[in-house]
């Protein structure tokens, strides 16, 4: 008659694993943590782990099915956890079933894509003198002035000049009514070759623009002529 008898291993803690008098192939066996250690020495064990070397290799990955194996740190008792791949990438700020990367703004933020869904909700938001458009195959943004967005208040004192105004490109029409008045012209900037035959007429004098000082009407009864003796500076 045979008898069977169970195998038992040495078992404990694993703050209390041997580590004196111990012989090469002893097996101990932890009953916190659930690992099982084989002696190497005299004095030292290591856990029994597979070969990864030696194992198949695993053809595709379902990131909602498949797991790793992650060591916890922070937990009491077993430490050995496994997590599927998608929480791993989660955990990671890696988009489950994609090669994007989600960003932050600082450590620690909230993370996101740059462009968002609509390219208002994004990390990156364009304020309102300025705007972007996305590729339409995702790869680049493109970041622009928008329409309107350089304001008078936004330019710096003398930031336009000649140099800066191209040829004929500010005519009547980019001129508001009024302007123009005699404070923003230096004396003798406009002469007679700077206005255009015709260009002044009656229209473009206000009422009080020229002050006579004295005129004389003469004539012999064929010709008349008149005389004005100073034409004052006015407004123009």
Request: proline share 2%; no cysteine.
């Amino acid at each position: 008659m045979a008898i069977e008898l169970p195998i038992v291993l040495a078992n404990g803690l694993f703050a209390d694993l041997p580590n004196t008098g111990i012989e090469t192939g002893e097996t101990f066996y932890t009953t916190d943590r659930k690992t099982f250690h084989i002696a190497d020495g005299a004095t030292s064990t290591f856990p029994a782990v597979p070969a990864v070397d030696l194992l198949t290799t695993l053809a595709s990955v379902d990131g909602a099915a498949d797991f790793l194996l992650i060591h916890d740190a922070n937990a009491v008792g077993v430490k050995e956890k496994k997590i599927t791949i998608n929480a791993f990438r989660t955990a990671l700020n890696i988009p489950s079933g994609s090669t994007d990367e989600l960003v932050a703004v600082v450590d620690g933020g909230t993370s996101g894509y740059v462009w968002g869904t609509d390219g208002t909700d994004g990390i990156l938001r364009a304020g309102s003198s300025m705007g972007y458009t996305k590729d339409a195959g995702n790869a680049f943004v493109t970041l622009n002035v928008a329409d309107g967005g350089i304001s008078t208040a936004k330019l710096a004192d003398d930031a336009v000049t000649n140099a800066k105004i191209a040829d004929d490109a500010v005519g009547t029409a980019q001129i508001a009514d009024d302007a123009v008045t005699q404070a923003n012209i230096a004396a003798g900037a406009v002469g007679a070759t700077e206005i255009a035959a015709g260009a002044v007429g009656n229209t473009r004098l206000a009422s009080t623009a020229l002050d006579i000082d004295s005129t004389y009407l003469g004539g012999n009864g064929i010709t008349t002529s008149l005389t004005i003796t100073r034409i004052a500076g006015g407004t123009f």
